[in-house]
């Protein structure tokens, strides 16, 4: 239900063209039908430490099918955008709930030596997922409609619930919290006006209104903070972030993210726009290295288990790097064939980094720690998807002129946010460093 859920988050990305046109929107509304959806996401991901210990795992698979339901048909039968973004917004409930209780059920049942094989094949959903969703979505735009994405994806839901219905079990007892609503409000503004602030940056005299929404998300996350110094209501623990292992695995995991949802936007949409293929095409570009994904992900976990974090962390890292800097060097000439090529070799060494990393990580947490991180690494990740998404979306459009090709435009916009992406992957190896120093240490 997972992979559904993720498979749907953005397999909408290639029919954003189709979109602006059917509805009438520019590039930088369209794309909040993904980044609204990675922010509700992650708005939910805050809370399933929460969710984890009141509610039994079965009633929370049952909800989250539920919504991937609700959602499922308001999409389908979506007459205006805004609907569409409402049945999108709804049906995002689904990942919000199944990710993390996936993960919460594996950390009960497997044992500590055997983490990285079982969580391998957990990221097979979280890594692959949103790579074939481009690759889908073309597919069904091409030989139908988009409207059809959420048709198909239907009936696969409802045997999805039976199924589930027969086989979630409870593994631990549940107990009764008094919920932070004060705290999530907060933490949801906060969200809310950072990805706000970063749209921003797309519409004309944007600056201004840019500079505006971050005064708002810095005062609401200062609230937050100090609320959380008194509050004893659950949401989750922040005492999390004074663990390196936690912090130093968090920050490399929510920037593998930020590059690949938003490569996973800015590529089908640049072949699209600058190499004029079809949305079909725009989608199979990935689907290369999502196959490349999907074979090695068991392995990357076995790496961990066998080798340590090292092994996998550096040389996942290594792949990363060294593409994004093909990307940034020969972004102006770059092929439909070569910009494939170049992302099979990215997702393979992303994938072997990004998955392991948050499972290295939650190897030095004790147990009650670990429910906590999870919540806040779902959320960092989707928050730093949605994120990668919208800059994408910024990077792609800032370089707008009436006497510039629109093509060229993209080029121009889409070289600069790969040499960003470099520059992140240079960031990770001191992260990776930092974290492998503290856990020596512990």
């Known amino acids: 239900m997972t992979f559904l859920g993720i498979l749907i988050e953005t397999s909408m990305n290639v029919t954003f063209p189709t979109l602006m046109n059917q509805f009438n929107v520019s590039l930088s509304t369209v794309q909040w039908v993904t980044t609204g959806y990675l922010l509700t996401v992650a708005l939910l991901m805050l809370v399933s430490a929460f969710l984890k210990r009141r509610f039994k795992n079965k009633q929370l698979f049952i909800w989250a099918v539920m919504l991937f339901i609700i959602g499922d048909v308001t999409c389908a039968l979506a007459s205006t955008y805004w609907v569409l973004l409402g049945g999108r917004l709804i049906q995002a409930g689904c990942v919000g709930i199944s ?50 994405i959420f048709w198909i994806t239907l009936p696969i839901a409802i045997i999805f619930l039976i199924l589930g219905m027969i086989a979630i079990e409870q593994y631990t007892p549940t107990e009764k919290y008094p919920f932070d609503w004060l705290r999530f409000g907060l933490l949801s503004v906060t969200m809310v006006m950072l990805l706000v602030a970063m749209n921003a940056l797309t519409l004309p005299n944007g600056i201004q209104r840019f500079g505006s929404d971050i005064m708002i998300t810095a005062v609401a996350l200062t609230l937050f903070i100090w609320r959380s110094k008194y509050s004893h209501r659950e949401l989750f623990n922040l005492t999390v972030f004074k663990r390196p292992a936690f912090v130093y695995s968090f920050l490399p995991y929510v920037l593998l993210q930020f590059s690949n949802l938003g490569i996973n936007f800015m590529l089908p949409n640049y072949v699209q726009m600058v190499n004029g293929a079809t949305a079909f095409i725009g989608g199979i570009i990935l689907f290369p290295g999502s196959v490349l994904n999907a074979s090695g992900q068991p392995f990357y976990g076995v790496m961990l288990d066998r080798y340590g974090g090292k092994l996998p962390l550096y040389m996942g890292n290594t792949f990363y790097f060294v593409i994004m800097v093909c990307f940034m060097i020969f972004a102006r000439q770059l092929s439909v064939l070569w910009v494939t090529i170049f992302y099979a070799i990215y997702a393979g060494g992303r994938a072997m ?7 290295y990580g939650l190897k030095n947490l004790s147990q009650r720690e670990q429910n906590d991180a999870n919540a806040l690494y779902g959320t960092g990740q989707q928050i730093a998807g949605s994120i990668g998404t919208t800059v994408m979306a910024v990077f792609m459009t800032m370089f707008k002129s009436p006497h510039v090709a629109a093509s060229q435009a993209v080029v121009s916009g889409t070289q600069l946010a790969f040499t960003l992406l470099a520059v992140i992957g240079l960031l990770n190896y001191w992260l990776y460093r930092q974290l492998f120093k503290a856990t020596v240490k512990k």
């Open 99 to 148: 990710a993390p209780l996936m993960t919460n059920i594996i950390l009960e049942l497997v044992p500590r030596n055997k983490l990285g094989t079982y969580m391998g094949f957990a990221n097979l959903i979280l890594i692959v997922a949103p790579a074939l969703g481009p690759t889908f979505g073309g597919a069904v735009v091409s030989l139908a409609s988009w409207r059809m």
């Open 353 to 359: 980094a990004f998955g392991n990393t948050m499972t």
